[in-house]
């Protein structure tokens, strides 16, 4: 299983970029998926994450109603929508899947997910 993250980038506070994650071995239709992302010094942390069996979804406070998450099942991939940037969403981005059928207070857990995208790194300038 291999997950391409791709789609960061440089961009101006209140703009937008699309992550895509696209994914051999393995489809997007069951288990979980979700976003992380890395600040330099600081810890991982979800940004978003889906179990697709009953839809249950966890959004970082700080970016609901900015970001979202989507799939195309026909490509084989997931997708994260970030609107309004601020200078505090640059980061090295992931995506992640997992396999089990996680409840919602575990979707925001990095040790969950089985497989990891090699990041993509987004810059928000000021």
């Known amino acids: 299983v291999q997950l391409q993250a791709s789609g960061g980038g440089l961009v101006q506070a209140g703009g937008s970029l699309r992550l895509s994650c696209a994914s051999s071995?393995?489809?997007?239709?069951?288990?979980?998926m979700g976003w992380f992302r890395q600040a330099p010094g600081k810890e991982r942390e979800a940004v978003v994450a889906?179990?697709?069996?009953?839809?249950?979804?966890y959004y970082l406070d700080s970016v609901k109603g900015r970001f979202t998450a989507s799939r195309d099942s026909a490509k084989n991939t997931v997708y994260l929508q970030m609107n309004s940037l601020k200078p505090e969403d640059t980061a090295v981005y992931y995506c992640?899947?997992?396999?089990?059928?996680?409840?919602?207070?575990?979707?925001?857990?990095?040790?969950?997910?089985?497989?990891w995208g090699q990041g993509t790194l987004v810059t928000v300038s000021s």
């Open positions: 071995g393995r489809t997007f239709s069951g288990g979980a």
């Open positions: 992640a899947a997992g396999d089990g059928n996680l409840i919602r207070s575990s979707l925001p857990v990095d040790r969950y997910y089985d497989y």
């Open positions: 889906i179990r697709w069996s009953g839809l249950s979804t």
